[in-house]
DNA sequence: TTGTAGGCGTTATCAC
DNA sequence: GTGATAACGCCTACAA
């Protein structure tokens, strides 16, 4: 379909001149049409699209790019070990969301792995203007830099920063409100040693997912000491599993803050020989993929993972568009029922 | 650090003119420096680079762009669902490997995703000129255009694509013999009723496990018919082995094309009461963060998947500069043995 | 080795 | 509404 004249091709595309001559108009005319100018002819809007669809013509984006001072793309920074990242099927979803929401858009997605010193070069790339603007998805209490960032380009955070101030935008689920969910479950089936393993502590989701459960407890009348911290990942949690069940042998339920590590601690009471649900129920969060692979389908925390990416993304597409938009987005959560408790 | 002057920081950035009056040079003779001609004097290459360093000057990338005719950019192509792309930890790990090395490089790395007319649109965008080139990573049968489109715009893929002709440069490991691994260390522990989940067929990568599977039952002179085809997903995984199960059901091990899908297996295996690896033994493949995360260690075939991702990206990087390069760059594969078998 | 000058494809500011 | 005419910031022959 593409004029594939030889190998060629490429560098002779049909440039915004070519399609003035074919309709008879000046450039600036055709430039109209393409970005969609409300003050041109009917007619002449016409045969210019005519012109455009004869040549195949797609806009240069670097010279568009040039004269307008936008790069027409988006960042998404992930300030994490991208294994980590990719291999939680909660990020995944995001990225999805993000990646729905941009598909019917003129922007383009680039993936920003910082790697060695995060803040500087990271930093340094987004204000230089490569892009628009930036999406920051998973970030521990050390990105401030990233934060006061949003300052100077216009970003949208996945997950409430620390110390949030009226100029970050951000989407987030209400943890703490999951926090309590999870541990109600729990006291509704009559569990009385109830502990959990939390996420890393420098991460306000975490605070805020064993706040809620805390609070819980602490209506019930009971204990909230049956705490293990872990960071998120498989192996971290079945280590921190290990040390609550080494620390309070009757625990008889669970709430882990993620259905990923969900699965470890599954592991480590099978291992142990108790059983799930009679011995010891467990609760997740997230419901991903995870909790319906696992061994024992979980009983988990609904959060609308894909959504809050496709939020994120058009957050920040309205934001670049000059639109207000709102500072805090909460997204509800609820509990999803299986086997685990 | 960045000489923030007010908001209008990002639109004054400092340009090639500007260093070039500050060095008192030519435009020309900065641009030399920059992109490191060898035909510059010391004494002259010094005093610009301090001008650059005085000023924080970094080239303006669309510019760049619409002089050279390049875009500095590479697309990742993810023709897959997003949620199982990401979600298997083979494909995480290979995008780390590309990051990591672009990430020493110019380059900025473009996600592509797909959604609905994968070919046409993607097409258009790969041959746009937006990118440079383009890494491919799975893709199954359907993807002929895409393949095709290697002579029109640099690219490497990820994976051995069906049919390939001298113009397509790709990175796979060594299936066929992959495949052979993990029936042989079946058969070394003294199985006779070996089974096998495979990924989908029209993938080359699971056909060649399968081929290579089968070539060593029959040197065993053992029947290959116990093969059921699922979908490289966990949940195809589990269907696809109580299928094996009902319709075999005095198997006595099995080879599962990917970590990912063993957990499945294993699972299903729990749910029938066979004991991994005393009933049944089990090998995987990928040495994935799933063979260790799974209730029982996988015992399975590694493949290097960082690696592969880290000389995609090199490849590609090369070709870009002009390089030649090996068109079938194949790596090789070895056991690790853990519980599983 | 260094400088001059033209052009890359758009957008934007003016007049008309 | 439409059309000239500058920019936008850089690269690259071609000259010097």
């Not at 703490?176 to 089936?189: H, K, Q, W």
């Not at 692979?293 to 920040?316: H, K, N, R």
Request: hydrophobic share 45%; no cysteine; glycine share 8%.
């Amino acid at each position: 379909m593409q004029a594939a004249i030889g190998s060629g091709a490429r560098s002779s595309a049909p440039t915004l001149e070519m399609v003035a001559r074919e309709a008879n108009v000046s450039r600036a005319t055709v430039s109209r049409v393409v970005n969609g100018s409300p003050k041109v002819s009917p007619e002449v809007a016409r045969a210019v699209n005519a012109a455009i669809a004869k040549l195949n013509y797609v806009p240069n984006r670097a010279a568009r790019s040039l004269a307008s001072r936008t790069s027409g793309a988006i960042a998404l920074v992930i300030p994490e070990d991208t294994t980590r990242f990719f291999g939680d099927p909660y990020f995944s979803a995001i990225v999805q969301g993000i990646a729905r929401r941009l598909d019917d858009s003129e922007y383009l997605l680039n993936l920003l792995v910082p790697t060695s010193d995060p803040s500087r070069k990271t930093m340094r790339y987004l204000k230089s203007g490569v892009v628009d603007g930036a999406l920051i998805v998973s970030h521990h209490e050390g990105d401030r830099s990233l934060r006061d960032a949003a300052r100077e380009i216009p970003m949208v955070f996945g997950g409430r920063p620390p110390n949030v101030d009226e100029s970050v935008v951000f989407v987030d689920v209400d943890n703490l409100e999951g926090g309590m969910t999870a541990a109600e479950r729990l006291l509704a089936i009559g569990r009385k040693r109830i502990g959990t393993i939390t996420g890393p502590l420098d991460m306000p989701a975490a605070v805020d997912r064993l706040a809620g459960f805390r609070q819980s407890m602490e209506t019930a009348g009971l204990p909230a000491d049956a705490v293990e911290e872990a960071d998120f990942s498989v192996a971290g949690a079945i280590a921190a599993t290990r040390r609550l069940l080494d620390r309070v042998p009757d625990l008889d339920a669970v709430f882990v803050a993620s259905d990923l590590m969900a699965t470890g601690t599954l592991a480590v009471l099978r291992e142990r020989g108790r059983r799930v649900p009679d011995d010891v129920a467990v609760v997740g969060f997230d419901d991903s993929p995870a909790a319906t692979s696992s061994a024992i389908p979980l009983t988990t925390v609904y959060q609308p993972s894909e959504e809050m990416g496709f939020l994120m993304a058009d957050l920040l597409v309205r934001l670049l568009a000059g639109e207000p938009v709102p500072h805090r987005n909460i997204m509800r959560t609820r509990l999803v029922r299986r086997q685990s408790a």
